[in-house]
């Protein structure tokens, strides 16, 4: 599940629509902190974690913002995620002739750690219930109107929060509005890289064993968090055991599950099945195709591409294996049962019938009613361009920033700017030749599916030819300098105003469009939508209480599970690989492609043990967004790595099945045997293993 | 797929119907050494094997008469086959606290080989086209006429062969009876074991790896060829290549698969699908569940039933395999989609539709007239129960043989005796209480099943209770005892006619009612399908011309294809797997169960070669009864030992998907590592490498 980070990011393309349905049985449930199920836990496995052990947790837990989960895991401020987290980051800080996604890096003293352009960590420090203010504030509302109201309210308790403990806070909807939560985040930008295996290694058998199982990916890497220019002494921090979980142990996994839609309505999976689907993966495709032909100019040209070809390569494995899913014989029939027998329960008494009965229907009609304006506007989009996406991002900002906080759009409130910030002036470098690349592709991408009338198409139309508008427009801007970017920001509307760069030119033409298709959906699909799903959500809790978890919202969750094989092309799959595993499967491919190793797996494979375990699966239920997360035994002691969860589990999204769903995670073990021998990292294994 | 063998055997229990369709794709087809498919390997690999070469791998392949494939392999007469084809055998040299089933067997010096109670093995000495005889004794005659006379003439054929020869003659029918051949087999019936390992090396992940791959199992066993009291020194026998065949490589198999039906009729796959399929598997689940009772009984219980176990789990998942798959969406399509492209063809020329075009529907009008009675004979059978089925043997040998050979029933014809004596006559041993358990599923298994008013279920009734019926028969009869069973067929019809062993008694009331039910099927439906089917054949031929091959018979053919992975379970399958991935495996369940293995495996694994390649796959198109092939390269070097097919190709009876269907082979090199460095058999492995 290479690249949890861009399917989190990637799923704004498609229409966000939070909904309800029947509570969860098994081992689902992606559960908050507040409302950790203690019951099922304690009758299940007799085990009732108390409020210490999940403070320690919770605590010990951190959020990668830029898509990921991790965990401190050392007194000395080591965190661990995976390696295909932290691959933006190795890519960012790699140059020409200096490619640490190829060969892998180790930091032997502190003053050897790189620091990350652009890595944001947060810990969840607090979270409180603000249900009842921000009801209040729309209380008499309906409609936008009640909509805005709630936002604005959200918006001033983030920043009042933010002010007053100087924590990053935000306020966030679980239960498709049944609550709202203040989360309360201390963040860290000083992060240093530490150490990371070459990407043979973490991501052994590429793309075509992403999303499967038996796996043998050495998928970590360790960053050192610094604060004042030492390294950081967390409070909690999750202590290392190299023996990892016997099979059929209870295991917790602790992280940042990005988005599930496990409560849409029936309506809302079919409008996503005929529309985002489809778009989506043409999409993934055209990009793909154009990479691959950029990478083949040269080999730096490759290094360029590479990060961003897995990228995609990962995004449409599991777009492609949702899609073949939902379209699969029975899936919807499931799907459609269990919303039918909600609707039952739900009618079973009148005042919910009532009060509730019609939210489902609306949404249908809704949609009906806008589904060909929703899709045209869906593509008001320069999807995968990130320098023409800076040169938006800075139009938007210096507009918004003239409002109100309470009136601004989404992402550009006063408590949202800091982040926004640190990433729009990131120093990570641009390469103009490959951003035109990337431009070009979402201007055809455009072009080919608005009308011609379309006011977004009709600006692209303008430029041209698109390849050479591409190439000119990156060759020519000065955006991919963070100072010119700074400065435009600090000029605000009258230095934007009178910018002649190529792409603020074009930002200055798309924003209004952008800034109209908010106001509109807002204004017809989410004025119903929002409260319709609202209900919904309010009559699960009638129906259910809190016996139910929210859908993942990117925010801190614990789920449990056991370490437990499954049914696999007509055997079982075991519960755990080896060492011998990972030799075994790189022969199977006579050492070649995907499957080939680096040379010191080879060399010193006669002093690894090689009966150490590799990677292993649990029935936690996990997606993307869990990658790096921690998996933790009873006593919280570290027991592995979270970084995929296999092919049966795509469909995961909307449907959790627990006879086949796994997580596949990095054995503890394995982590110290490379470190120790085939890394000669001794020091960091140490650092990880002190007691 | 262990058992192979009893995959042949047990297709007795559904009608056996053979038709006609198009020509094969790919690397699909099971070729006659007579019409190999010179042609396309000519095109497709540059290599056309010579008729000295196509005679020399003739002459190495070795049919075991069991059910089986197998080959010569050293200059003294030594035989390579699978442990699963051997294990029939090992099984009935085994004793109480002589269980070489589960603690192998190896002979150092030929005086320590032990005979095989009752293992014929034939070599295909020459063959030869009769079908212009054949045809010719029933020119004008129809119907069940003319299926007579055929019958004769081919008893008659193969009769006169055998005298003049003293070869083991049959005659038979290939393209549907678009042609008929005489092949005559060089027959050895003194063949002694010489080396078997563990089962739970050799069937190592038990049936849960069954029919899988990637596979690691070390499924091979060697018998020696004596005649007059000395090793045969064979002409012809293949060389050992340790070294393999390549990835990409073009290999062959050579052995005899079992049967094909690619060419029924849909009506035919439908009337299986809804008849056979469901009446088959409950039967294998029923004897499973009552052989695992008895085997709770005690450890030499255990011993005496596991046999048997593994083969009917192997039916149960073969034939559920086949059933999922035919009923799975898109298989009766694509087959449909088949035939109507043939019928088509047929029909765009006046004479072939008037000759062939109405075959399909006569097929299906019979089909449809007989369905029920079809299904209610079919359940005259006493399924499982030997010892039963031994006594109904000698009284219809009794009978059959006071008539002229031409008009016995088929399987008592003159050149067929000898084979039969020496399977009714064998001493292996027979276990009352074992034969209890099977006899008494067969009883209630009818009885469920059959009309109170049935012939065949009323003399079942009137046994009482069918489990103190059964013990009683099985203990009172003498039928356990070889010579007692010889005495009563020397005896004729007089001896069994006065005997009154509870067996025999039971055998004279069933005779003629299965003697009946042979009547009325050649004359209803035989009468009808035969010649359609012979039509349709000829059809095949008309349009196709000898482009094309039979279904398999189990008689010689020659498969090829290359070496090489697939996709599987959202990645790729590789070409090979190797000894690193035989201990990943085991550890990957704790070593426990199906997938412990042998202790010196562990004591041994560090003098191991841990890349020694273990099993491999190709696309060679194969079928049980294939078992034991040996898999060869262009050279005519053995390069694999063919034990099974994977999950993907359980359909292959029917049809043939080149990109998932897979032949799974166990590597040249494994068995040579394993005699050397795990077994201390050097002087075995040193026979096979003899140059």
């Not at 303008?462 to 190439?471: H, K, M, T, V, Y």
């Not at 993942?552 to 092309?569: D, E, I, K, Q, W």
Request: hydrophobic residues 40%.
């Amino acid at each position: 599940m290479k690249g949890h980070a861009s399917a989190v990011r990637t799923t704004a393309v498609l229409l966000v629509l939070f909904l309800a349905s029947p509570p969860a049985g098994a081992e689902e449930g992606m559960w908050t902190f507040d409302n950790p199920p203690l019951k099922a836990l304690s009758a299940k496995y007799g085990f009732e974690p108390d409020a210490k052990w999940l403070e320690h947790v919770r605590l010990s837990a951190v959020r990668f913002m830029d898509g990921g989960s991790g965990s401190f895991v050392s007194a000395h401020g080591l965190v661990l995620t995976n390696h295909h987290v932290a691959v933006g980051q190795l890519q960012k800080m790699s140059r020409a002739g200096r490619d640490y996604v190829k060969t892998g890096f180790y930091a032997a003293r502190p003053k050897d750690e790189i620091k990350c352009p652009d890595l944001e960590l947060n810990v969840l420090d607090n979270m409180n219930d603000v249900t009842a203010k921000v009801l209040a504030a729309a209380r008499g509302k309906r409609g936008e109107a009640a909509i805005k109201a709630r936002r604005a309210e959200r918006a001033r308790l983030a920043e009042e929060a933010k002010k007053k403990t100087g924590l990053e806070c935000e306020v966030i909807s679980l239960y498709q509005g049944g609550e709202y939560w203040l989360y309360c985040y201390r963040k860290y930008t000083d992060v240093r890289l530490v150490f990371a295996p070459e990407r043979q290694a973490a991501y052994f058998g590429g793309d075509h064993d992403n999303f499967t199982y038996p796996r043998h990916d050495l998928d970590f890497a360790l960053f050192r968090v610094w604060q004042d220019g030492k390294p950081l002494q967390p409070q909690h921090y999750l202590r290392f055991n190299r023996r990892g979980a016997a099979r059929g142990e209870l295991v917790f996994v602790v992280g940042h599950p990005g988005r599930t839609q496990r409560l849409y309505t029936v309506k809302q999976l079919e409008f996503d099945r005929d529309h985002g689907f489809p778009l989506r993966l043409e999409f993934f495709e055209t990009t793909i195709a154009a990479l691959e032909k950029y990478s083949q100019r040269g080999p730096e040209q490759r290094r360029r591409a590479l990060v961003r070809i897995f990228a995609f390569n990962n995004a449409k494995k599991a777009y492609g294996g949702m899609y073949q899913a939902i379209k699969a014989p029975g899936f919807m029939e499931r799907f459609s049962k269990t919303e039918q027998r909600f609707r039952q329960r739900v009618a079973s008494r009148k005042e919910w019938q009532r009060q509730y009965g019609s939210a489902w229907d609306e949404i249908a009609t809704t949609l009906d009613k806008y589904e060909a304006e929703l899709t045209r506007r869906s593509l008001h989009n320069l999807w995968g361009a990130s320098l023409a996406g800076k040169a938006i991002t800075i139009v938007k900002l210096v507009g918004e920033l003239q409002k109100p906080d309470a009136e601004r759009l989404d992402g550009f409130h006063q408590a949202q700017l800091d982040r926004l910030r640190f990433n729009l002036f990131s120093p990570a470098p641009v390469y103009p030749d490959f951003e035109a690349v990337t431009l070009e592709v979402a201007l055809r991408f455009a072009l080919k599916h608005l009308p011609a009338d379309d006011p977004f198409a009709k600006v692209l139309g303008e430029l041209g030819d698109p390849r050479q508008a591409a190439e000119r427009l990156c060759r020519q801007s000065k955006l991919k300098d963070p100072a010119f970017r700074k400065q435009l920001v600090q000029g605000g509307p009258t230095a934007v105003a009178k910018c002649n760069d190529p792409l603020i030119v074009l930002a200055r033409k798309l924003v209004p469009i952008l800034v109209a298709d908010e106001h509109w959906r807002k204004q017809t699909v989410d004025a119903v939508i929002t409260p319709a799903s609202e209900r919904i959500g309010q009559a699960r809790f009638a129906a259910f209480g809190k016996d139910v978890y929210p859908d993942a919202t990117f925010s801190l969750r614990l789920s449990y599970g056991t370490v437990r094989g499954y049914p696999m092309n007509g055997t079982l799959a075991p519960y755990q690989t080896t060492l011998y595993g990972l030799f075994d499967r790189s022969l199977g491919f006579d050492r070649q492609g995907e499957w080939s190793l680096p040379e010191r797996f080879w060399q010193r494979r006669n002093h690894l043990d090689l009966a150490t375990p590799v990677n292993f699966v649990c029935d936690c239920d996990i997606i993307g967004g869990n990658s790096g997360s921690p998996v933790i035994n009873r006593r919280a002691e570290l027991v592995g790595l979270v970084f995929d969860g296999n092919i049966e589990s795509l469909a995961g999204r909307y449907f959790f099945d627990d006879t086949v769903n796994r997580t596949v995670s990095v054995h503890s073990a394995y982590i110290i045997e490379a470190l120790r021998k085939l890394y000669d990292a001794g020091d960091l294994a140490d650092e990880l293993e002190m007691p």
